[in-house]
Each structure stands twice: as structure tokens, then as C-alpha cells.
């Protein structure tokens, strides 16, 4: 398969980057364009089009591809323009099953949470059985980085990259489904329908769900038979997949769960009950998803990959019996706090620093519903810090964990996590007892 005409490249970030490198070494002729919203369009080899003079680059068929990076939103309507001038639009990953497809087999994970873990345990616990895997899509290398590398394609999938998939797994999986990402899918019920693309489709193939996504009717009904979902665990299996990962590094109900569907998915795919208990042995945790420091007797939980309140919640479950400070707020995506701040008092928090936007809603019902918690409105993360150092007698371990997106303050949710480790070591590493 060739490209007959130029491509545009939308977006310039490490996708658009693998992309580029493959069109590079298939295609070293084609022109390559690339655009950007904002940043640096800066692709070696590339033709930069401003946004503004895109319509016209469209009108002009200056290119007959546009290849769109996952968080370029599809909803865009400068690609109802490009759909009505017969340009066609794609994805890294989408490439990947046109060119590497054949001969694989594909194991897909999606989910509101959860999929990075579960992903990441998938891939350990195969490895570890003997058999020949590879992990891409928002963990490990891009689609088009792993090429055709490996004969099991592991694939944890974001709902902008399931959105438009063009192609079958083998195995899919669903963690759980709750709202998330509704800017970029423009309205909760089409991140629903986006996010179940991946097993709402004709082809047969099996489908695992965890705990959180066994009992949801929307799942259900994207499943559409329940013969196709994957056996259980059955008795021994599911003792042993408990057992090891008590004495493992995942904490919390949530991560045991993740455990118990990487499991099911590793069996399928040709795993074996030793591979999975030495795979969820190997794991670590991944960095921004309950990363734990500890700093002048404090611990500090670098939670910054929790953008909904589902998710802050489960973090806050895996710290139960801990005096807790929280750390929560972030950019508007309309979610409602009111749930999560009648919990708070339960799961140990007794220091609660909030932060712009969504944080001045969590404070309002968390002084309502349990006014003896210490509420800090403060304008950023470094003031947070800094207020919490003043009240550190009142809790043994901080969490940062917003409940919200970061891009109101921050680039993205792995800069507001650095960020907040190197405050804790700087404002409470030289406490002493």
C-alpha cells in the first residue's frame, strides 16, 4: 500500500512524531504537512499549515490524508469540511491495523480507569507465561512504534482512540464506564458510544469486563450476547490471583480487581496461572497512579492520573486507616463533587485543600455536609503545599488526587504530578519527626 497523494499530520506530539518516522521510512518522497492547534508544530521533514489557513489547504487539496493524533477531538468541524471535500481521516492506530494487522493477535483494554494498570499487568503476566508480547497505545510504545515486533499486540486504548477503530481485536476489555472527556467527545452520551465502540461491533469476538463495568447496562447492551464474555476466574485460579497480589504492590479494591481481569484476559490469550502470579509480582506501579514518597514521616501519594471523582474516591479507599490530606480540583469538565465530599469524612480525610475551578464546588458541599474537616481554598498547587506544611500535625499521609484534568494550571496530569513531588521534597523533606 502506497500514499498517492500528501498527508497531513494533525498534531505534533509523540503519536504525530511515530508517525511521521513511518511515513519517513516507507515513503521518504511524500510530503508530510503537519498543524497544530497550539504549540510548536515541529516535525523534521513537515510543511507547518497554520489552523487559520486550513480550510483553504482542505479547498485546495493540497493533501489526501489527514492522520489525526488522539487528542485532536474527531468532533472538530474542520473535519466535517475535509469529509465533504473526500478527504479521508485516520489514526496512528489505525494505520497500524492496515499495514500490521494480519498475523496478530490484538488484545484491545479500554475504560474510564483502570486500562494503564490492567494493560501494564496484561503484558507482565504474558511475558512471564513465555509468550511473545508487546504493550502500545497510551502505555508503551505507539501502534505504529511496535510495528510488527511482537505476535500479541497488547492495546490499552483511551476513548479518543476507540472512537473511530477501525479494525477487530481478538480480546477486548472494559474496566469500568463513567463520564470523562466530555470537551472532546461533546456530550457524555457520545463518550459512551465512542468508548463501547470497541465491543459494540459485529465480529464475535470475546469480551472481559471487570467488576466495575459487569453491572452496567450500557455495557451490557454493547456486549449484545453474553456468550461472548470470557470465562471467570474459577475457584483456584481466582484464590491465587488474590493472593499474590496482596503481597504485590497494588493497593487498593480497585487494583484487585484490575488484577482479576488481567487474569481472565491473560489465560485467553495463551498465559498460565505461574505467568500471572510472577507477572502481578513484577508489577509496579505506574508513575502518577498512587505513586508513593515519603518525606519527614509524612507519605505523599502522587495520584495527579485521577481526573473524576471515581477515581479520587478509589484512592482515597486505598488509604483507609491513614489521617488523610487531600488535594483535589482542576480544569471545569461540569462533575459533580456533591457524592464524593459525603464520603470524605469516612475514608479518613480531616485536611482538605482545594484548588481552582472545580475545587470551590467540592469545598461549598464538603463545608456543608461535614464542616469539622479543615477546608484550605488555595489559588494553586504550591500554595496548597505550603498551607498543608502549616497543618501537618492533623494527618499522616497526603494524596493528590483532583478528581478533575489538569489544563487549567498545568500542561498536562504528568507535569502536576512532578510538580507535586518536588514541592513535598522541598517543603517537608527536612521535617523531623
Known sequence: MR???????????????????FLQARQPELPVFVTVDSGNADIAGTQAIAPEDLPQAIREHRFG?????????????IF???????????????????????????????????????????????????????????????PLEIADKHAVVIFELSSYQTADMSFLPDI???????????????????????????IDREGGFPVALSAGAMGNALVALAVRDHRRLLRALDGSELAAVDAASASSRLKGSHNLDNARLAAQIALAAGGTIDGIVRGIAAFMPLPHRLEEHQFGGTVFVNDSISTTPEATKAALAAYRGYR??????????????????GLLAGYGVTTLA?????GARLASATQAIAPHIDV??????????????????????????????????????????????????????????
Open 376 to 433: 484550605l481554598a488555595l489559588p494553586d498547587l504550591e500554595s496548597a503545599m505550603q498551607a498543608l506544611h502549616q497543618h501537618r500535625r492533623k494527618f499522616d499521609a497526603v494524596i493528590l488526587s483532583p478528581g478533575a484534568p489538569s489544563y487549567n494550571q498545568f500542561k498536562n496530569f504528568e507535569e502536576r504530578g512532578r510538580r507535586f513531588t518536588e514541592l513535598a521534597r522541598a517543603i517537608f523533606g527536612g521535617d523531623v519527626g
Open 65 to 77: 490524508l489527514i492522520i489525526k493524533s488522539p487528542g485532536v477531538s474527531l468532533y472538530k468541524p
Open 3 to 21: 500514499f498517492e497523494e500528501p498527508v497531513l499530520l494533525y498534531g505534533a506530539g509523540r503519536e504525530a512524531q511515530s508517525t511521521r518516522a
Open 172 to 198: 477486548a476489555a472494559v474496566t469500568n464506564l463513567y463520564p470523562e472527556h466530555v470537551d472532546w467527545h461533546g456530550s457524555v452520551e457520545r463518550y459512551y458510544s465512542d468508548k463501547l465502540h470497541l
Open 324 to 341: 488523610i490530606a487531600l488535594i483535589a480540583g482542576g480544569h471545569e469538565r461540569e462533575q459533580d463533587y456533591t457524592e464524593l465530599a
Open 354 to 358: 482545594c484548588l481552582p475551578v472545580t
Open 80 to 142: 466535517e469540511i475535509a469529509g465533504a471535500a473526500g478527504i479521508p481521516v485516520t489514526s496512528n492506530l489505525n494505520l497500524w491495523g492496515s499495514f500490521y494487522r494480519a498475523g496478530r493477535t490484538v488484545i484491545a483494554i479500554t475504560g474510564t480507569k483502570g486500562k494503564s494498570t490492567t494493560a501494564t499487568l496484561v503484558h507482565l503476566m504474558l511475558t512471564r507465561s513465555g509468550v511473545d508480547a508487546g504493550l502500545a497505545g497510551n502505555v508503551g510504545l505507539a
